[in-house]
Antibody, heavy 119, light 110 residues
Framework: EVQLVQSGAEVKKPGESLRISCKGS????????ISWVRQMPGKGLEWMGR????????NYSPSFQGHVTISADKSFSTAYLQWSSLKASDTAMYYC????????????WGQGTLVTVSS | QSALTQPRSVSGSPGQSVTISCTGT?????????VSWYQQHPGQAPKLMIY???ERPSGVPDRFSASKSGNTASLTISGLQAEDEADYYC??????????FGGGTRLTVL
């Protein structure tokens, strides 16, 4: 079974750094991308960016470019989303989702990681 | 890019049909046949329901259908059931390896 398992909930203070993870299992890494999607409390889904796990090539939504960094470790079948300096407005649920090469949809999705940023 | 436009809410009684619209531009919905739809129940991760405008993944009931005309895509759910009550999001490819979601629609089964 193809699965994406995300790291657990985080509570951080403004200005702190954070990296959350998304580990894939049940499929080969080649020809798959991982996207990250933000869902702020009570709000809709926002596509943040993606990474190709085979070569770590990334691209970002203009709304998130420069605010987050997406990376990956192919040897661990894991993608990461990181912040160098969190803000209260980063409080949200973050989902990872798989995109098969050549497709334009996301399936499956991880269970989500809740990030809370509060002083 | 701005979020695709969806109605905030729709409702219907069990057995009825509802349609959710998703309006974008010629740079996203209208420019590519790459619209997908996701169902999200409270507290759960989104689930793929439709891809490539009108294709259903295996396991998705055929009560779910979708189409596109110009810059507007539509998801129709026929024979509404209580378990269909959820939030629905459209998503479109927008070129240059960028994707954009709609604002989401809350479906209430009366």
């Amino acid at each position: 079974e193809v699965q994406l398992v995300q790291s657990g909930a985080e509570v951080k203070k403004p200005g702190e750094s954070l990296r959350i993870s998304c580990k894939g299992s049940g499929y080969s890494l080649t020809n798959y991308w991982i996207s990250w999607v933000r869902q702020m409390p009570g709000k809709g889904l926002e596509w943040m960016g993606r990474i190709d796990l085979s070569d770590s090539y990334t691209n970002y939504s203009p709304s998130f470019q420069g605010h987050v960094t997406i990376s990956a470790d192919k040897s661990f079948s894991t993608a990461y989303l990181q912040w160098s300096s969190l803000k209260a407005s980063d409080t949200a649920m973050y989902y990872c989702a798989r995109r098969v090469a050549g497709s334009n949809w996301f399936d499956p999705w991880g269970q989500g990681t809740l990030v809370t940023v509060s002083s | 890019q701005s979020a695709l436009t969806q109605p905030r809410s729709v409702s219907g009684s069990p057995g009825q049909s509802v349609t959710i619209s998703c309006t974008g531009t010629s740079s996203d919905v209208g420019g590519f046949n790459y619209v997908s739809w996701y169902q999200q129940h409270p507290g759960q991760a989104p689930k793929l329901m439709i891809y490539d405008v009108s294709e259903r993944p295996s396991g998705v009931p055929d009560r779910f259908s979708a189409s596109k005309s110009g810059n507007t895509a539509s998801l129709t759910i026929s024979g509404l059931q209580a378990e269909d009550e959820a939030d629905y999001y459209c998503c479109s490819y927008a070129g240059s390896y960028i994707w954009i979601f709609g604002g989401g629609t809350r479906l209430t089964v009366l």
